[in-house]
């Protein structure tokens, strides 16, 4: 994987949220693809597990920004840290999320295993 093609998986992925398009996001992995939201629950298996899990995630989110710095690319592995806002309904709160996200890309661009470490503040 190169730096370019990685940083065109991160825009998508950041695009996907912001549109709130579980579709667009779940094309970004494979078929069979696992995705840890963190790293002690197990793995969503397969893309309709991922598309469902951002169809709940985006449900109750407005206003969603996304942002990403490419900390390392070596081999099919990429690391990079993100920043993501957002306005909570119900709730009316506001959300900041920082975090890290590791994938691990198949030759034809798509996230075959996805790790993510991040931590939230909301304010009211």
Not at 45 to 62: L, M, N, P, S
Not at 77 to 82: E, K, M, N, R, S
Request: net charge neutral.
């Amino acid at each position: 994987m190169t730096k370019a093609r990685f940083s065109r998986w991160c825009r998508a992925y950041g695009r996907a949220w912001e549109a709130r398009d579980p579709d667009a996001a779940a094309a970004l992995f494979t078929p069979d693809a696992r995705y840890y939201e963190t790293p002690l629950m197990p793995p969503m298996q397969g893309r309709d597990a991922i598309r469902a899990y951002w169809a709940e995630a985006v449900r109750g989110q407005r206003d969603i920004t996304f942002s990403y710095r490419i900390l390392s690319v070596s081999g099919a592995l990429g690391l990079a840290h993100w920043q993501a806002s957002f306005f909570r309904v119900p709730g009316h709160s506001q959300a900041q999320l920082d975090g890290i996200l590791a994938v691990e890309m198949n030759e034809a661009g798509q996230s075959q295993t996805f790790r993510e470490w991040w931590h939230h503040h909301e304010t009211p």
